[in-house]
């Protein structure tokens, strides 16, 4: 039996398509639709299954759990039964879709309704299984490759070569790497090729070329449903170019063989054809590309030999380490506090005053569209009162400003879903979509940057307390999406694991350390006090950094259980003892300086800001006078010789305080 190597290891690379020509971008979203319309009607389905399954109670108590999901066909294997039903029912499914992707997109609805049946390990479960909607349906499943038999991929295969790819592009030269901006559409080889076995004449047997012959640019190949008449599917692909992205793309393209399994994705982009972008999700079997850079910088960190807290809070994360033989290895206390500076403050509040605009802009464009749905404002009432008193003419509200008109309960007359939206709303709608996803990828590559910055600084060995993040959303609210201290935890978690440590999580109601001292005498503070002053040492530093302080002595019964840590008094003592001056130096402010994210990190790590001719005019400096004097003669060390775009940088960089 086949097993994946490398322990099941996996990773994805993301592959854009070039879908530029209108009959494949026709067909691409006929693909969608119909997909999207079968699984919707599997969710049913299971939906309908699942009520049926709770409603018999008395028969779950008398024959049993599994005999009621038996009956009622609550398994994976009936639900893709159901999938091969409304593909053969439908008239026109069969010319888009084929067998095993409704079989991949029923085993999708089966992995949420198992989620919902089956307890986990801490006995929680998942919702009940919904439909979803046709405008979220973004990933069509493809099926992996066989292994085992040569030449078996049914689904969405990749084609093409490395060196193929590159010839066609650049003529060999690969560090020349220029792709155009419309990829040429590949074209299946006419040609014979011999099959290895004489004909009964003697002369080599031929057979006419096939994908698998195919050694040319990469492409997405897509044979079509069963009753398809429009031949096969083929999308060129753009491979990642730019300085430094050769050996990435060596690294999961190079070797065909560890090519695991394709799925196609679409993306919202309002200035693509069509509304939509393509991309292939491309599996390999392995692990994923790392850079020699963070390789070392992972090596150097399991070596350092320290042991570290963290404290993540609302407005900043605070981590201090130590060495882990405090008595005798030499070094000192470390600590590490990450803000926002005014300059990111100030490209947040820009970014979220362009969040309120375009939600104001989309609510307005929906009331000016269905005004019958509304009521009008006090102010607009007591206008229409006005001029009617006055025997003045009703003047037309285009916008009314009043609550959705509703019944006695509440609810509305009529449901969103069936208003009539505008062109222009549906566009404003995807490019307010498209600057959520770019935001919440800039925090991903923000925090995973930043993890690996700590890591290096104070070693992969970390405790963190075990807070609920869904709690502090409930008091803080959105003043979270800005610091994402969630974000910053788990991005610490996956960088421990890949250099050698692990991050472990502490209970807070074992340990409470920010009500405890170093020195073991327990300190009460209200949420209100963030200065930490102990009567009995005289400790004297900020709370949340002597709070990771003590995180660095926590020790566990049970590593796996958070409930079963508790405080080493004589370890953080012994460390109060030991460095004095120092480690009040490091509780007091930032000891290790270090920049958060790279500059010229790209377009995902930072926001692109917007270029106008104000900017360009600031870019070029003072105009300079027609008859130049001494005088007027501006020198280059002169704050006025600098460009007004270089002083006021618009990197997003997150920096400790020192």
Not at 407 to 436: H, I, M, W
Request: aromatic letters at 6%; proline letters at 5%.
């Amino acid at each position: 039996m086949w097993t994946k190597p490398d322990g099941g290891r996996i990773s994805v690379m993301v592959l854009p398509l070039a879908v530029t020509d209108p009959a494949d971008v026709a067909r691409m979203e006929k693909l969608f639709g119909a997909l999207g319309s079968m699984k919707r009607a599997v969710q049913r389905d299971a939906q309908a299954k699942v009520e049926a399954y709770w409603a018999a109670h008395r028969e779950r108590i008398e024959q049993g759990a599994k005999a009621v999901r038996q009956r009622l066909g609550l398994s994976r294997e009936a639900l893709e039964r159901c999938a091969y039903k409304h593909l053969d029912d439908s008239g026109h499914l069969k010319h888009h879709a084929s067998k095993a992707l409704a079989m991949h997109l029923a085993d999708e609805v089966w992995n949420g309704v198992q989620r919902h049946l089956f307890p986990d390990s801490t006995g929680g479960r998942s919702g009940r299984p919904k439909v979803g909607r046709q405008h979220n349906f973004t990933r069509i499943p493809g099926r992996a490759r066989s292994h085992t038999a040569e030449r078996k991929w049914e689904t969405f295969r990749l084609v093409g070569t490395l060196e193929g790819h590159v010839m066609a592009c650049t003529g060999g030269r690969r560090h020349e790497l220029r792709q155009p901006l419309r990829m040429p559409k590949p074209v299946l080889p006419a040609a014979k090729v011999p099959t290895g076995k004489p004909t009964a004449s003697g002369r080599p047997a031929m057979r006419n070329a096939t994908w698998w012959d195919y050694s040319g640019p990469f492409a997405i190949v897509f044979a079509g449903g069963p009753d398809g008449a429009r031949g096969d599917l083929v999308l060129p692909v753009r491979i990642p170019q730019g300085p430094g992205q050769w050996a990435r793309v060596a690294h999961f393209l190079s070797d065909s063989t560890r090519w695991h399994k394709v799925d196609l994705v679409r993306r919202r982009k309002s200035s693509a054809q069509g509304g939509w972008t393509y991309e292939a999700h491309l599996m390999i079997l392995g692990p994923g590309y790392t850079s020699p850079t963070v390789r070392r910088m992972r090596q150097q960190a399991s070596g350092l030999g320290r042991i570290g807290g963290v404290d993540g809070n609302v407005s900043n994360l605070s981590i201090v380490s130590f060495p882990a033989d405090i008595g005798t290895a030499d070094g000192e206390p470390l600590s590490s506090e990450l803000t926002l500076n005014s300059e990111e403050r100030a490209q947040l509040e820009r970014a979220t005053r362009k969040q309120r605009g375009r939600a104001r802009a989309l609510e307005r464009s929906r009331r000016a569209q269905n005004i019958e749905q509304y009521k009008l404002s006090k102010r607009q009432e007591q206008r229409a009162a006005r001029r009617a008193s006055k025997d003045l003419s009703e003047k037309a509200v285009t916008v009314p400003g009043g609550a959705r008109d509703t019944r006695a309960n509440g609810v509305p007359r009529q449901a969103f879903r069936y208003d009539v939206l505008s062109s222009g709303y549906r566009k404003l709608r995807t490019r307010q979509a498209e600057a959520a996803t770019t935001a919440a990828e800039s925090r991903r590559h923000r925090a995973r940057t930043v993890a690996r910055q700590i890591i290096a600084s104070h070693g992969p060995e970390l405790v963190v307390e075990d807070c609920d993040i869904r709690a502090w959303y409930r008091l803080w609210g959105k003043r979270l999406s800005q610091t994402t201290p969630g974000t910053l935890i788990r991005a610490l978690e996956s960088e421990c694991q890949a250099s050698g440590g692990r991050l472990v999580r502490a209970s807070t109601w074992s340990t409470a350390l920010s009500q405890h001292c170093l020195c073991g005498e327990r300190v009460i503070k209200s949420l209100r006090d963030r200065e930490h002053r102990c009567s009995a040492c005289g400790l004297r530093g900020k709370r949340d950094l002597v709070s990771a302080a003590l995180a660095a002595f926590v020790r566990f019964r049970k590593v796996e259980d958070p409930k079963t840590a508790y405080l080493d008094t004589t370890a953080s003592r012994h460390a109060r003892t030991t460095y004095g001056e120092a480690l009040e130096e490091a509780l007091r402010e930032s000891t290790t300086p270090c920049q958060n994210v790279p500059r010229d990190a790209g377009r995902v790590a930072v926001a692109r800001r917007r270029t106008t001719s104000a900017h360009r005019t600031a870019a070029r400096g003072p105009e300079r006078p027609r008859m130049r004097h001494a005088s007027c003669v501006t020198t280059p060390e002169s704050p006025e010789a600098t460009p007004a775009a270089t002083r006021n940088s618009p990197q997003g960089d997150v920096r400790t305080k020192s």
